[in-house]
């Protein structure tokens, strides 16, 4: 139910994005191993000139293409996960009304996270309650989606997404700002992380 409303509220079916962009791929990876495994009509014609000459090609010279094929198969590639990359690059998920989640909510959000990472799209959480932190905590979400992804507001979600942009392709420059402003990070969370388990005060007081 939960992954039902969510892709309704998203607007994409992440699911068909991510076969179509397989398929694609499977498509570009078949068609450049038939490359590597038929020799071109280039170097059999070299292939030829050098029997004639008594001569043998050189090993150096196979490797040289083979390298500049698969150069381009991962070129092609590239260009197929950037087309179906959607307009958007981070999902922010407000978790403040959330009180509880169970093993199977967890699950689906850690298969969300997953899914959208495929296509190029982060999921950060933010405002989660301390209850639902340690309920996390306990189904290893932090060892999949990281501790990064989660974070105490949603002002230090959107600020760790603009940041993140702006690492990865061009600086971001909010209006009014000199320079790029990359907010606070989940320091809080961080912290608690550092503690001992038991010391669960540590994250509510953060938290608040």
Do not use: W
Not at 123 to 149: F, I, W
């Amino acid at each position: 139910m939960f992954k039902k409303l969510f892709i309704k509220r998203i607007g994409l079916r992440v699911d068909d994005q991510i076969k179509a962009m397989n398929d694609e791929i499977m498509n570009v990876e078949r068609e450049y191993k038939l490359q590597l495994a038929k020799p071109s009509n280039k170097f059999k014609n070299i292939k030829r000139h050098f029997r004639k000459e008594n001569e043998t090609i050189q090993n150096d010279e196979i490797v040289i293409d083979e390298n500049k094929i698969l150069e381009e198969k991962n070129e092609k590639i590239e260009e197929v996960r950037k087309k179906y990359r959607p307009n958007f690059d981070h999902i922010i998920i407000d978790c403040s009304p959330i009180n509880y989640m169970d093993m199977m909510g967890i699950k689906t959000l850690i298969q969300i996270f997953k899914d959208y990472k495929e296509i190029g799209v982060t999921v950060l959480l933010c405002q989660v309650r301390p209850t639902v932190y340690q309920q996390l905590k306990r189904m290893s979400y932090m060892d999949v989606a990281g501790l990064e992804n989660i974070h105490v507001s949603i002002n230090d979600a959107v600020m760790h997404a603009l940041k993140t942009r702006a690492t990865r392709d061009s600086i971001v420059y909010l209006p009014g700002s000199p320079m790029p402003y990359v907010g606070i990070e989940n320091v809080s969370y961080t912290r608690a992380e550092e503690d001992d388990e038991e010391n669960d005060d540590t994250i509510t007081k953060s938290y608040l």
